[in-house]
């Protein structure tokens, strides 16, 4: 099955302003793929999810280990200071590292969640993959309880985020992730066939920049095998709170706006 449109040949990300006087330290990394078919994983991105694991493996952390890594550390305080419980709800990056410092192994899902889920190991930050066809504004905000959320695998099961919780909201009033990044929507999931991507990495924590920019440029790196679509990259903060990404273009497309 495929979700790839027409009609959205940008698209627009942005951080709120209340999200920074709450987080000053959030950095979000945003990697735009304009086509990508999204099949298994070949060996290479197999290899990487499998060391990446074998790594944590043998740090041999327990949960509160895990908990104590920095930029995990880090997005568990920005959870509280949102009025998330991260014990309850943890980020994207602790939930997938609990399981994995067990001694178990993620699930093979495909090419771009397993690489996500790679690096995101990795970097112990949240690490995601988005199809965004059709979709042409997104911004990280405090919900104000209208929105609609469809949770992954139960689209007919609509829930409403709580008012002040911060989501990935469109233009249309739908929230694609809940509790920040706790968990992803339906209808951004990366599953079998060709889509429109948006990558993105997020820290919390002093200097996180840096590791975020490192992140993306291992995703960009195996893109390389995976995508013929045009690729941009921009990284958002306090400083650079916006950007305007082609999500349609042949290879070599000129780089998106920022401002």
């Known amino acids: 099955m495929t ?32 086509a990508v078919e999204v099949a298994p994983a070949p060996p290479t991105v197999s290899a990487l999810l499998t060391a990446a694991e074998d790594t944590l493996h043998a740090a041999g952390l327990d949960r509160a280990g895990v908990a104590e890594l920095p930029g995990i550390a880090a997005w568990r305080e920005a959870y509280r200071t949102v009025g998330v ?54 911004v990280v ?8 959320f469809l949770p992954l695998g139960a689209p007919d099961a609509p829930e409403r985020p709580e008012p002040g919780e911060v989501v990935y909201a469109d233009a249309d009033g739908r929230a ?16 079998a066939g060709r889509h429109r991507l948006l990558l993105t990495v997020e820290s919390a924590h002093p200097g996180g920049r840096a590791e975020v920019v490192d992140a993306l440029a291992r995703l960009a790196a195996a893109l390389n095998d995976l995508s013929d679509g045009t ?4 990284v958002l903060d306090g400083a650079t709170t916006s950007a305007v990404l082609r999500t349609a273009g042949p290879v070599g497309s000129d780089s998106g706006s920022r401002s």
């Not at 905000?141 to 609609?148: F, H, I, L, Q, Y």
């Not at 694609?176 to 599953?191: A, E, Y």
Request: aromatic share 4%; glycine share 6%; with cysteine.
């Open 85 to 138: 419980n991260p014990n309850r709800f943890p980020c994207a990056a602790e939930s997938i590292a609990r399981r994995v410092a067990k001694g178990d192994r993620l699930p093979r899902i495909n090419a771009l969640v397993d690489l996500c889920n790679a690096v995101s190991l990795d970097a112990a930050l949240p690490v995601a993959s988005c199809a965004v066809d059709g979709i042409t504004y997104l």
């Open 3 to 34: 979700q790839l449109s027409d009609g959205a040949d940008t698209l627009t990300v942005r951080i709120d302003d209340r999200v920074l006087t709450a987080v000053p330290d959030y950095v979000l990394g945003v990697l735009a793929v304009s």
């Open 231 to 234: 690729r941009q990259e921009a």
């Open 141 to 148: 905000r405090p919900a104000d309880g209208t929105e609609t």
């Open 176 to 191: 694609h992730s809940r509790r920040w990044n706790w968990r992803q929507g339906h209808l951004v999931r990366t599953d």
